[in-house]
């Protein structure tokens, strides 16, 4: 599968421990934020996403945090599995114009059984 | 229904020759992005095609690469020639005209030597 980079900070989680995975943001602009997943070997898989008039959002043990006045975004997972298990990216674009993503380095997330 | 699909899945091109990368989208996409993770960096916008029109070129790096996209259906991204630090992942995704929500395909690993 695909090397994901040396450097990733990485994240240890004990399975059925909460996890939670953070992200700053660089545009002021940006109105709309998305979360990846990515396994080896596999593209980017949507996880959820918010908008910039929304500060939460839930989804199946999913959530997502949203704080504009310090341009930050977590992901906060429940009950973690062994297949959370993965490389998860943040994403920020606009709503306008061509709906291009920056995307953050990403952080390693790993279930410990 | 197919998802985004890419092709090759790998490619190993000596220094100074040319690939040709492939990626159909989900069928009824108008929007078509490509975007590429260079080893232990993030993933970045490399172009946004909107049909057969590029809407944003802004992510090219140099004039090695040429992406089209004729009839607005499947896209080609060329690197003529390859260069050592074009070495990476290369990611197309696709999304509805007037939606925000892109679906990555599994990416093709170009390595160059």
């Known amino acids: 599968g695909e090397s994901v980079g040396l450097h990733l900070p990485t994240l240890s989680v004990q399975e059925g421990d909460n996890s939670i995975i953070n992200c700053a943001y660089s545009?002021?602009?940006?109105?709309?934020f998305i979360w990846y997943k990515q396994e080896s070997g596999k593209g980017p898989q949507f996880i959820i996403d918010?908008?910039?008039?929304?500060d939460k959002r839930q989804g199946q043990r999913v959530t997502v945090l949203l704080n504009k006045t310090v341009k930050h975004l977590s992901l906060q997972i429940a009950a973690t599995q062994p297949g959370d298990s993965a490389v998860y990216f943040c994403?920020?674009?606009?709503?306008?114009?061509?709906?291009?993503?920056?995307f953050g380095t990403g952080t390693r997330l790993k279930v410990l059984a | 229904e197919a998802g985004v699909t890419q092709f090759p899945s790998h490619s190993v091109i000596e220094k100074g020759q040319t690939v040709t990368l492939r990626c159909d989208p989900i069928?009824?996409?108008?929007?078509l992005y490509w975007y590429r993770r260079v080893m232990g960096k993030e993933i970045k916008f490399l172009l946004h095609?909107?049909?057969?029109?590029?809407?944003?070129e802004s992510g090219m790096p140099n004039n090695r690469f040429l992406a089209e996209r004729t009839g607005g259906t499947y896209s080609t991204l060329k690197v003529q020639p390859a260069e050592l630090e074009d070495s990476g992942v290369y990611f197309c995704?696709?999304?509805?005209?007037?939606?925000?929500?892109?679906?990555f395909g599994q990416g093709t690993r170009l390595t160059v030597v």
């Open positions: 995704a696709s999304s509805l005209q007037g939606d925000t929500e892109a679906f």
């Open positions: 545009n002021s602009a940006s109105d709309y």
């Open positions: 918010i908008r910039s008039n929304m």
């Open positions: 994403a920020e674009g606009s709503t306008s114009g061509t709906y291009k993503y920056i």
């Open positions: 069928s009824g996409h108008d929007n």
């Open positions: 095609f909107v049909k057969e029109s590029k809407q944003d």
